[in-house]
């Protein structure tokens, strides 16, 4: 019953607040033509998203793990048409769906989808000098989540913000002990967040149309 009702709660405010085109709901449907459960980011964190990159005036906005390119639509939208964004696919399949989906959704112009795994391809970025991104929103694997944040703060500058997804795992970032590899990449994220004095941040659980789970917030300080 809990579930049912975040879900009709979601329902409700984005049939309100969350517009969505015929590009964005063909993105969403990534998920299930890959026969996967929802992995994409819900209408309402995508359009959080979006309003955190206008918000931030972002025209260089990196993201690692595009998926289907739901995500990377939301936020493609925010940017000028000068702007860019460079947005990492490691799994080929979905980068070819995701690829067809910015282009349907008229942004292919801004859009840069690297295919390969990011810790290979960030180096990359780094190297052609594309930074620094106002915006780098991570939603990978999880276990990674430390080293792509490092690499996101080495591709930032004070005033960029950074965004995680995933960050709760239905409440398992609490299980210390646990040997999912996921938990303890979201448990080292968040003890490296706390020792980083070039950073400010905070973690929201979420709940609704997805289940539990929750982003950490960080803003570039120094
Ligand atoms: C998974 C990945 C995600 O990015 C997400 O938002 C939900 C689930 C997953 O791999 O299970
Ligand atoms: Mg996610």
Redesign the pocket.
Known sequence: MTEELWAQVDDYTNGLLVEQDAALKTAAKASAEAGLPE???APNQGKLLHLLALANGADRILEI?TFGGYSTIWLGRALTEDGKLVTCEAEPSFAARAKSNIEAAGIADRVDLRIGKALDTLPVIEAEGIGPFGLVFI?ADKANIPEYFDWALRLTRRGSVIVV??VVLQGLVTAADSPNPAVQGVRRFHERLAAEPRVSATTVQTVGGRGHDGFTFALVTG
Request: charged residues 30%; hydrophobic residues 45%; glycine residues 14%.
């Open positions: 992995i994409a980011v793990g939603d997804d995933n």
